[in-house]
């Protein structure tokens, strides 16, 4: 199709690139807000901002609540559609956990119960789950939305289209392009090394914007590369499903296998038999990594086989304090406290696995990595918009002389998605704020907000990109500049309004995660105006500027002849 | 402290490195004399060391690499940023040695 | 050297062949991989591990050969051929494994 390997890749970066980088603008942007998943939820839940809690103790705290939990009404829902029919009265409960990080200041408590009367699925079994407040026990209500874990998380990975695992697979081909992108995108850029620190602002819109757009993508090349790399590699049992399919007996044989070799009952013996104090099993779980040299503290307890002879329960460390992830598990018998098994240090594979997925999903605790993060997520974001804004500059006079649209629309787009989803972002937090406490479906009404908010932004670009067909600046950039400001602005204030938690009093009492989103709204905000007002005096240079043509770099005329 | 110091060097590296390219050092000294590229580079590689080892000293080894990586990342930001606004900012860094006319 | 735009149908082609092919060949690659490694005697969490690992960075190689590649027609052969290939002969390996 081409005459040369550059050329090919010019194409493979330019068309796929527009395309999917506007699923990639999502996914960077919402994973670099996920770094701080739990500290927006602080924000979010001002019953939450307290401090983190080690997991508390089960016999005296967590064993009454557990005792009373119940499926979750959504779950029962859909369990009868898998059944076809009523559920049996009794759903015993099969097993319960609890899971805790360094960040967290609740406790999240959950528990599957048993549907026994499903013909295709005998081992059916619904969920429930609670966020508790570790210090006394209560429960937190679940109108609560956890704006940043279940939410902007979710929207990350999946982009909130759960039917058929599509947004999985959506972003999943974002990623694989995110790669092919970064290849070509060396293959097409000459002079790497030599460029590295170039960025000529001064220039021609189109220079300047090529010149950001090399810069983001090649600073933070490794961690582009890297992190759509393992967030394939996390999800690749939905992408090649082979473990449920091809090798599906295989993969039973060997879990079964496991089992037997750890001594980990796969079944209830149907003998009932009482829980030893699962304290005293988290001392010696605690005893045990200390000699092996990782002393911490529990990530997750998970207690199988409740009320059974065969009951096991399971302590598991929080990997705070290195890459991989929550590990070490300890695995305790249940009705006596004996340690039946403890987890050996992974294989060459399973630690290159853990290596990866914890860099990606990040349980450690390291501030200023986690800054370095989102640091590393917005380049990903610049690279990407100035990537739209530079191939909307490259053919926006050819697109004016001929009479077509093409630029007009990509810009309505881009536009829509860089600070059309900064609007939405900033939306949901002000609804978060402004809603009754008392409403019900209170996190339907904020994630209406988002949605809402988008739609709109989406409406306004799409009318005031109309300028881009005398290829002119499009005035929606800036108008939404100045949204953003506004909104950014309104969100701290209405955080000071309605928990009196201003700036001064968490910086003094050292409460970071409130203190921390405030800073980081108001420099958005500052950021906002700084780029309106750049964008008003460009605005007014560019219509003279629309004669002379973008400046020369080699590499584009031909790519504009091949990619137009 | 330490991941301080290991920030700080790795952002000295890239500015070195940094000179010892013709357009940079036109944009810092503002003349086209003989730059000590030689001594700029080695003076980089150094500085970009020294963050690394200075990294695996704060934090545990299976983190180090990453924070180092992502110092780099923000360092080379900072320093085009530098470059692009306030290349004068950067004079300090010169080396004081004499390049060979 | 004048540069003639390809048609609609070889841009889909092309497109195709990358993104479906690859993703074919890229299947029959993990799943004969697995097979052999279970053959070999890896346990089954090391090996989809690291056929987990290995498949991305061979589903890009291919995904940028399929555009680069003078031959479209070598493309499908490739990536489709070889990937439906190696998918049968891991059906069969898996069989075999049982």
Redesign the interface.
């Known amino acids: 199709m081409f005459p040369s390997f550059r050329l090919s890749m010019t194409w493979l970066h330019t068309w796929f690139g527009l395309v999917m980088g506007f699923v990639l603008m999502v996914a960077f942007f919402f994973g670099a807000l996920s770094v701080f998943d739990r500290e927006i939820d602080r924000w979010a839940v001002p019953e939450t901002r307290f401090e983190p809690q080690p997991m508390p103790s089960y016999d005296k705290l967590l064993a009454p609540i557990f005792a009373g939990m119940k499926p979750r009404e959504e779950e029962l829902r859909l369990a009868e559609q898998r059944v076809g029919g009523p559920l049996p009265a009794q759903k015993p409960v099969m097993n319960w956990g609890a899971y805790t990080t360094h960040r967290d200041p609740v406790l999240l408590m959950f528990a599957e119960f048993g549907i026994t009367n499903n013909p295709n699925d005998p081992d059916d079994h619904v969920h429930g789950w609670f966020q508790i407040d570790p210090r006394s026990g209560k429960i937190i209500p679940d109108d609560r939305l956890n704006i940043g874990r279940d939410f902007f998380y979710p929207m990350h990975y999946s982009l909130h289209l759960e039917w058929m695992e599509l947004g999985y697979w959506i972003v999943g081909f974002a990623a694989l392009v995110m790669l092919a992108a970064l290849v070509s995108g060396i293959v097409m850029h000459r002079r790497i090394f030599r460029e590295l620190f170039t960025f000529r602002p001064n220039k021609q819109a189109g220079r300047s914007t090529l010149d950001l757009h090399n810069l983001t993508g090649v600073v933070a090349l490794p961690f582009h590369f890297v992190f759509a790399l393992s967030g394939l590699v996390i999800f690749a049992g939905i992408y090649f499903p082979i473990e449920e399919t091809i090798f599906k007996p295989h993969a039973e044989a060997q879990g079964m296998a496991d089992a037997r070799a750890r001594g980990l009952a796969f079944k209830p013996a149907g003998v009932p038999a009482g829980l030893a104090s699962v304290d005293a099993m988290v001392e010696e779980a605690r005893r045990r990594w200390a000699q092996r040299g990782m002393p911490g503290e529990v990530g997750m307890l998970t207690v199988n086989h409740i009320g059974d002879r065969n009951s096991y329960v399971s302590i598991y460390r929080a990997g705070s304090d290195r890459v991989t992830l929550v590990g070490q598990g300890v695995h305790f018998e249940g009705p006596t406290g004996r340690v039946i098994f403890e987890d050996p240090p992974p294989s060459a594979v399973q630690g290159v696995n853990d290596f990866l997925t914890g860099l990606h999903l990040q349980h450690f605790r390291h501030w200023l990595l986690r800054w370095f993060y989102v640091l590393g997520g917005l380049a990903g974001c610049a690279c990407i918009a100035t990537g739209f804004i530079f191939f909307v500059e490259k053919r926006k006079r050819q697109h004016a002389a001929l009479g077509t649209g093409g630029a007009r629309w990509v810009d309505a787009m881009a536009v829509t998605t860089v600070t059309g989803m900064l609007i939405a972002t900033l939306a949901i937090l002000v609804a978060n704020r402004l809603l009754p406490v008392e409403l019900a479906h209170r996190g339907e009404w904020e994630k209406g907000a988002f949605w809402g908010a988008w739609i709109l932004a989406c409406a306004h670009a799409c009318w005031r990109t109309a300028p881009v067909r005398q290829a002119k600046l499009a005035p929606a950039w800036a108008e939404h500049c100045w949204a953003i400001a506004g909104l950014g602005i309104a969100a701290v204030l209405l955080n000071w309004i309605t928990t009196g938690d201003h700036l001064v009093a968490t910086i003094s009492r050292g409460y970071w995660p409130v203190a921390g989103m405030d800073l980081f709204l108001l420099a958005a905000a500052a950021l906002a105006v700084v780029a309106a007002r750049k964008l008003r005096r460009h605005g007014s240079e560019a219509g003279a500027a629309a004669v002379e043509g973008t400046d020369g770099d080699p590499v584009v005329p031909q790519a504009a002849r091949v990619a137009s | 402290m330490i991941l301080f110091l290991a920030v700080a060097t790795g952002f000295l590296g890239l500015a070195w490195l940094a000179l010892a390219m013709d357009v940079h050092w036109l944009q810092v000294t503002g003349t086209q004399s003989r730059r000590p590229a030689i001594a700029l580079r080695f003076l980089g590689a150094a500085a970009l060391a020294a963050s690394l080892v200075l990294c695996f000293i704060a934090d545990h080894v299976s983190m180090a690499p990453l924070v180092w990586v992502m110092a780099i990342a923000g360092g080379a930001l900072l320093v085009a940023f530098t470059m692009a606004w306030k290349p004068r900012l950067l004079r300090p860094l010169i080396p004081r040695i004499r390049a060979r006319d | 050297?004048a540069?003639v735009s390809?048609s609609p149908r070889?841009?889909a082609s092309?497109i195709a062949a990358g993104?479906l092919g690859g993703y074919l060949f890229?299947?029959g690659f993990?799943?004969l991989g697995?097979?052999s490694l279970?053959g070999a005697g890896m346990?089954?969490?090391?090996a989809?591990?690291?056929?987990?690992?290995l498949?991305?960075?061979v589903?890009?190689v291919v995904?940028?050969w399929a555009?680069?590649a003078a031959s479209?027609a070598r493309v499908w052969w490739v990536l489709a051929g070889g990937g439906a290939a190696m998918s049968i002969a891991?059906?069969f390996l898996?069989r075999a494994?049982?």
């Open positions: 050297m540069i390809p070889v841009i092309r993104v890229a299947w993990v799943t697995n097979g279970l346990s089954f969490e090391d989809h591990h690291l056929m987990y690992l498949a991305f960075p589903y890009l995904f940028c555009f680069a479209l891991a059906w898996s494994l049982l």
